[in-house]
């Protein structure tokens, strides 16, 4: 397999993978809407392009990281769109959280221009990007998988093949839709235990060594009780996965009422100006209650 590799998307996620790709020798080359994001990718010698169908030219893998459908759609098939370049037998990687609707038209594009799509979401945040130990959820054909290993490899710890196309896609909504309605109660608590009057330190302790405990629970509280809203996922972003998961779920006849609720204080922490924080932001309208 070539080692000619390109990345379009250079966000929260896409910047740690871009760099540990160079770090396990790579020719790299990255796209980003806005450019001064890759500054620190190209001194370490990534090749930076102007356009999506440029970054593609020559690279057997790409990888889409970008924040949702319609990001998706226009850096593959829009104006100067990736596919528009891509490589017959190149394999394109969609890693970003979106919609299985989506994933299926990428798949069918992709086809028609003489490559193949794997849908491979990841779980971990901005810390696992930069650590390379994110976990890949994998949809698509054995094939595709093997020629891509060595790529997810270097910004992974873990490879999940979960079916075909559109598997990844699915499983990653239903993680995010699980943490975004831990997120969200634990928000809800918090802000009750503040105001209750109980020992905060005390009362978190409880919680995170007891049942409801979890890395999530642990890492989102610390954030919350520090008022530390460095973003490791975006707020709107989560706000965003949810609406797909209620969508993907409805199609499936499932009613996602805990999301519905989750949701609500997502939008509402938007409409407050948390948008583009931490998603543990979410607790501060509870608190300004």
């Not at 993978?17 to 020798?25: F, I, Y």
């Not at 370049?85 to 989506?102: D, K, N, R, Y």
């Not at 891509?148 to 239903?174: D, N, R, Y």
């Not at 954030?223 to 965003?240: C, E, I, P, S």
Request: with cysteine; proline share 3%.
């Amino acid at each position: 397999m070539s080692k000619s590799v390109a990345i379009l998307g250079l966000g929260t996620m896409g910047s740690g993978m871009a760099a540990n790709l160079l770090k396990a020798g790579f020719s790299l080359t990255v796209y980003n809407r806005t450019a001064a994001k890759a500054e620190a990718l190209v001194r370490d010698g990534a090749r930076l392009a102007s356009t999506p169908a440029e970054a593609v030219k020559g690279a057997s893998i790409v990888i889409g990281m970008l924040a949702d459908d319609t990001a998706s759609r226009e850096v593959w098939a829009g104006r100067d769109g990736a596919l528009e370049a891509v490589q017959q037998g190149a394999i394109l990687i969609e890693s970003s959280t979106v919609s299985p609707v989506l994933i299926a038209e990428l798949a069918q594009l992709a086809s028609a221009h003489g490559a193949e799509l794997l849908d491979a979401p990841v779980t971990g945040s901005r810390s696992q990007a930069t650590a390379g130990q994110l976990t890949f959820l994998v949809g698509g054909s054995d094939r595709a998988l093997e020629a891509a290993t060595p790529v997810l490899k270097a910004m992974s710890k873990e490879i999940v093949h979960l079916g075909p196309v559109g598997s990844g896609a699915k499983m990653k909504l239903i993680n995010n839709f699980l943490c975004g309605v831990q997120v969200a109660s634990l928000a809800e608590g918090l802000a009750w235990i503040e105001r209750s009057g109980l020992d905060r330190d005390k009362a978190l302790s409880i919680l995170k060594n007891g049942a409801p405990g979890s890395p999530l629970l642990g890492a989102i509280s610390a954030r919350m009780v520090n008022h530390d809203y460095t973003v490791n996922f975006l707020l709107k972003l989560m706000a965003k996965d949810l609406a797909y998961a209620q969508s993907e779920a409805s199609d499936c006849g499932v009613h996602l009422k805990t999301s519905e609720a989750a949701t609500g204080h997502f939008e509402t922490a938007i409409a407050k100006g948390f948008g583009e924080s931490d998603m543990a932001s979410v607790i501060e309208p509870l608190r300004g209650q």
